[in-house]
């Protein structure tokens, strides 16, 4: 039901307030950075902290409208604003937050001295907001746009990289494909339904088979049912690449692994969770009628991506972000079987294991963060140059040329050992020498002495993904599966048990390194900033005592999924 005038513009203050405040941010940024008065200042950490308030304005204005206003519509049903919009809003915005605290350290080491980090961070955060409150295809299609766009850029933000800027081709490429896939989808069930609203376009359609489909038949190949039932299928695409599903997961590891690592942090949480939330309201208001259709397609997604994440980050032997890209698929694949589980216990398992979800990842990458060495990885290894050459297999091999400076045996060991476990494209990843590259796993070799309070952190941390109880990885995957049963998912969740199983291997290994190898040599660490100390202490305290009191958090997670 409509409301008056006062509540269309009233009701969206929270994100006309963020644009308005993007949009002067820009401006300062421009005109203080470009004043030769005032010698060209540099605006990063300054805007960085404007970005910081901005949110927290965000998220106090977020609070009192739903104090105000529990549930609403705007604009033609265009966007709604009910429990579920208010509560997933409330989680990007936080989770956007903590990113842009993860950052600053990070800003100034790497000397990524643009302004722009944040204002693409808070466009990205406004767009997730419209998404999540989206009730219309097109107007999804605009917020998810504008979710992604700034992300291009944020990938290859770190211009001296050539990784970060592979990163970020590679993920426009990718994602202008899959938005005009998903847009092409959006077109067919317009012209099959005569509609853009989730409700209307589900109710069209409510009963209908996909048996009803024969493409033999000249007179029904290009009937509406075709049409509908095709850009289902489309959307559906779509809204996987968003997710990084298999199989259309390609991008994920290049991308996380060549972004910046604070960027990479924000692309685990904030754009998947926008993109599960809307996933959510439209599989369960459009298109639950044909529900054992789709369901299908998710389950095997699901169970592909559990399966091809937990064995492509096995086969991680060293870069810490591609272990975790991987990780991130397996996890996604995790969270699809709550959509496909097609009950409210699926729903709410999703949710809760979202929030579980993103508390691990961001103690995941703050860990990454702190992997600072006082010393250089081409210093630790003694190697000062390198070059390609092509040998008589046609395989690409590496050869070297050293300058050991000292006869030193764990000198000669760690040389050695670089030589013979590095693959020519991690080696061109070592050269450039940026936090959290592919050093990360190696750099967990003895932390336990040099930083036993960081240790027992990656402990926690791995033990909750690998889904070890009572750890609040366990109680997030238990109500997972258990709503996966109850929607008679058995296979799906036996594959999940097995896979859990299997991956504990690659988590556990980590751990062994931090704790019992036998390194001559310590990797001594550098400081690392009070926000990633804040952001490490809340996040493994939140994870070793979640199953103690989950009640609150159930509740929460019970009351936005009743509303769909």
Not at 125 to 147: K, N, P, R
Not at 257 to 265: H, I, L, R, S
Not at 278 to 283: A, E, G, W, Y
Not at 328 to 342: D, P
């Amino acid at each position: 039901m409509e409301h008056f005038n006062w509540f269309l513009w009233g009701g969206s203050l929270v994100e006309f307030f963020m644009l308005v405040s993007i949009v002067a941010l820009l401006l300062y940024g421009v005109w203080y950075s470009t004043s030769p008065f005032l010698r060209f200042p540099v605006l990063a950490i300054n805007t960085l902290w404007h970005g910081v308030f901005i949110l927290s304005i965000s998220l106090w204005l977020l609070w009192s409208r739903f104090s105000l206003l529990p549930s609403f519509i705007l604009f033609k049903n265009n966007l709604i604003y009910d429990d579920f919009s208010f509560k997933m809003s409330i989680i990007l915005v936080t989770c956007t937050i903590v990113c842009l605290l993860l950052s600053r350290d990070y800003l100034v080491y790497e000397k990524v001295n643009v302004f722009e980090y944040v204002i693409f961070i808070l466009l990205s955060c406004l767009g997730g907001c419209w998404l999540v409150a989206s009730y219309d295809f097109f107007t999804m299609y605009l917020a998810i746009e504008l979710l992604s766009l700034p992300l291009y850029a944020l990938a290859s933000i770190k211009s001296r990289s050539l990784l970060s800027t592979e990163a970020g081709l590679k993920y426009f490429i990718l994602g202008a494909f899959s938005s005009g896939v998903f847009l092409f989808g959006v077109s067919l069930i317009y012209f099959a339904t005569g509609s853009l609203n989730f409700s209307e376009t589900g109710q069209l359609f409510a009963g209908t088979s996909i048996t009803l489909l024969d493409f033999t038949n000249p007179d029904t190949s290009l009937s509406y049912i075709s049409a509908y039932f095709i850009g289902i299928i489309m959307v559906l695409t779509g809204l996987l690449f968003k997710l990084t599903a298999v199989p259309f997961h390609m991008w994920a590891p290049d991308v996380y692994e060549g972004a910046p690592t604070p960027v990479t942090a924000y692309f685990s949480i904030v754009p998947k969770l926008a993109v599960f939330a809307v996933t959510i309201r439209i599989f369960y208001v459009s298109f639950f009628d044909i529900g054992i259709e789709w369901q299908k397609a998710l389950v095997f997604c699901a169970m592909a991506s559990m399966i091809l994440g937990t064995f492509g980050a096995m086969m991680q032997k060293l870069d810490l972000k591609r272990l975790l890209a991987y990780s991130a698929i397996a996890n996604g694949g995790y969270m699809l079987l709550g959509i496909g589980s097609s009950n409210l216990e699926g729903i709410q398992g999703l949710l809760l294991y979202a929030i579980v979800y993103v508390v691990m990842t961001f103690n995941a990458f703050a860990t990454i963060l702190t992997l600072r060495s006082t010393k250089s990885v081409a210093e630790q290894a003694d190697l000062t140059t390198y070059q390609w050459e092509q040998d008589h297999s046609n395989m690409k091999t590496l050869f070297y040329n050293k300058s050991i400076q000292s006869n030193s045996t764990s000198q000669s060991e760690q040389t050695n050992w670089v030589l013979n476990n590095l693959t020519p494209r991690q080696m061109s990843v070592v050269s450039q020498n940026s936090i959290g590259s592919l050093t990360g796993i190696m750099q967990f070799r003895c932390i336990s002495k040099t930083n036993p309070l960081l240790a027992i952190s990656i402990a926690f941390m791995f033990f909750s993904i690998a889904g070890v109880p009572p750890l609040a990885g366990f109680v997030g995957k238990m109500y997972l599966f258990f709503a996966a049963v109850n929607g008679s998912l058995y296979l799906a969740v036996l594959v999940a048990i097995l896979v859990n199983v299997v991956g504990s291997f690659y988590y556990i290994r980590c751990i062994k390194l931090a704790y019992f190898d036998q390194s001559k040599e310590w990797v001594s660490l550098a400081p690392f900033s009070k926000e990633i100390s804040l952001i490490l202490g809340s996040t493994i305290l939140f994870i070793s005592f979640f199953f103690l009191y989950p009640s609150t958090a159930i509740l929460w997670v019970q009351n936005a999924s009743m509303v769909l």
